[in-house]
């Protein structure tokens, strides 16, 4: 049994600094060296590993196990999910219905920002809250490719929308190891990220428009903004509050997109945003702009069926009912040999000293990545692949994305060093220490373990209990501060390196990650913030955790 430290130099800051350095690595090698994402999550891994073993005195052989532990769940069931979609999008694109879908909504309208509403906002919760991994911004950015989005705008502005949906995504799973870390209640702990998260649910289709177009492009079209965020929000806030995490994102995005739709029916910008570029695209009258097509209805839905598919597939899989079924077929839980409970969690991140598990879940048929490679099957069917172009197919895509897996192996292999390192811990108690500002730091601590991890669910589950009990020490409600570490978390998504290389890998993009990950920066630190001021507001002006749900 090794126990953490989590000042291993007797100075506080000192330790803080030594934790930090594998985030200052990965972040710095890709945003300012420019580097490939591949290798600076290389380099990020052997610095964790370093300061692992040589700083916090973490036996060799057990940071290496860890590494190798996340490495393994980075490629299954994460790598899993992104291989399986961009092998369906490459499919659909081989017959050409993806540019048939992509006309279908630009039938709607034929303006990129509100395409942009409806593809990266709309669409994108709607994945995230089916499967969430990565799963929207690869579809959403491929997408946005296909409607003539420039690659880095399709990927950062992809980032941008996937963040307020994040909490409750692939079925609420966040918010379920929130709970389950924490031992808080599952429906208070929904209730009230159900009560942060609205307000950004609002501000973020503005946001995301703004960035595209600039303000007065996004003050064009701030009806149809207001539309669709108000119809995500409100919903968004009741389901949340009164039934439970599970389908808040899905019925969201449903009602968001469904309202934004019947609003264009009757209401329609003065001029049109064509362009892809910023600044550049707004001229004539709508009226004369609409686009048309020469589709059928047939080949509309021929070429929707594919996705259709695709998300009766990843709802199905995330059906407790059903991956319980599949994992009874088949499940194996591998207990990590040389790391299993021999790590000990001591005070003060958790009450008593306390064993951390590791155990490997091969639960392949439940992986929500199976239920997408399926839905990629019966497409393919549908489209009338034959078995050979089937496999070279699945093969080619294996080609293409091979280091973007190398890259999420890596990623997650940091973050489990981490985490079983102690160091996240240390750089959690640094932010405990600010006192009455802890409502502040406590949700940037948040931002901090999604921008490290790329999950909010790993991050709930690497500081939810630290929340807990700093609020509680500091008279704090730890309902509120354990709900701000997920909320504060989804700003962090779109700065994470998982997430960026999904991006660039869905837009063909590779090796732009640096370019990414500056443009999209200053929007995630800026939204972190507003939600760290939203918390410190709750905690003590506006009492939000005291409304009844």
């Known amino acids: 049994m090794w126990a953490q430290g989590y000042d291993p130099f007797g100075n506080a800051l000192l330790s803080t600094l030594t934790a930090a350095v594998p985030v200052v690595v990965l972040l710095g090698c890709i945003a300012f060296l420019k580097m490939k994402a591949h290798v600076a999550a290389l380099l990020g891994i052997a610095s964790s590993l370093i300061v ?9 052989g057990m940071a290496t196990t860890a590494a190798a532990f996340g490495a393994a769940y980075g490629l299954m ?16 694109e081989q017959r050409g219905q993806f540019r048939i879908l992509q006309d279908s909504i630009a039938a709607i309208t034929p303006d990129r920002r509100l395409q942009l509403l409806l593809i990266a906002f709309g669409f994108g919760a709607f994945f995230e809250g089916a499967a969430g991994f990565g799963t929207p911004v690869a579809v959403t950015g491929a997408m946005l490719i296909g409607l003539g989005f420039t690659p880095l705008a399709a990927s950062g502005l992809s980032l941008i929308a996937n963040t307020a949906p994040v909490a409750f995504g692939a079925l609420g799973t966040p918010v379920l190891a929130l709970a389950s870390v924490t031992g808080l209640d599952l429906f208070e702990l929904s209730g009230m990220v159900g009560r942060q998260l609205p307000f950004f649910s609002v501000i973020v289709p503005f946001w995301l428009i703004c960035a595209f177009a600039g303000w007065r492009g996004m003050l064009q079209v701030w009806p149809a903004i207001l539309v669709a965020g108000v119809a995500f929000a409100i919903p968004q806030y009741l389901v949340s509050n009164f039934h439970g995490p599970w389908l808040v994102d899905i019925i969201a995005s449903i009602c968001s997109m469904g309202a934004l739709t019947l609003f264009l029916r009757v209401w329609q910008p003065e001029t049109v945003w ?20 020469s589709y059928t209805s047939e080949q509309v839905f021929k070429a929707w069926l594919p996705w259709i598919v695709l998300s009766v597939c990843v709802f199905l899989w995330g059906i407790p009912q059903v991956k319980a079924w599949l994992d009874s077929l088949f499940a194996i839980k591998v207990p990590v040999s040389g790391l299993h409970e021999l790590v000990q ?13 590791a155990v490997y879940n091969f639960n392949l048929l439940s992986m929500t990545g199976t239920g997408i490679l399926l839905a990629a099957l019966i497409s393919s069917v549908l489209m009338k692949f034959s078995v050979r172009d089937f496999v070279r197919e699945y093969f080619s895509t294996l080609v293409v994305v091979r280091w973007s897996l190398l890259t999420i192996a890596a990623m997650l292999a940091l973050g489990y060093v981490t985490r079983y390192s102690g160091a996240d811990a240390t750089m959690g108690l640094a932010f405990a220490q600010t006192g009455w500002l802890y409502p502040l730091f406590g949700t940037m601590l948040g931002w901090l373990g999604v921008a490290l991890t790329g999950s909010d669910t790993a991050s709930n589950v690497l500081f939810g209990g630290l929340q807990k009990i700093t609020s509680e020490q500091l008279g704090l409600n730890p309902v509120l501060m354990a709900a701000a570490n997920s909320s504060g978390g989804v700003m962090g998504k779109m700065i994470d390196a998982q997430s960026i290389v999904v991006a660039s890998t869905a837009t ?14 200053f929007h995630s630190l800026a939204l972190a913030l507003l939600v760290s001021l939203l918390v410190l507001g709750q905690a003590y002006v506006w009492p939000l955790s005291a409304l009844v749900h």
């Open 52 to 60: 692992a073993i040589f700083a916090f005195h973490m036996p060799a």
């Open 77 to 92: 069931p994460i790598g899993w999910i992104i291989l399986n979609v961009i092998f369906l999008y490459r499919l659909t």
């Open 274 to 293: 064509r362009s892809t570029k910023r600044g550049e695209a707004h001229d004539g009258p709508v009226a004369a702009e609409i686009a048309t097509n």
């Open 345 to 357: 969690k001591v005070p003060p991140v958790v009450a008593a000293p306390t064993p951390e598990t």
């Open 508 to 521: 063909r993009w590779y090796g732009h990650e640096s370019e990414i990950l500056r443009y999209v920066f």
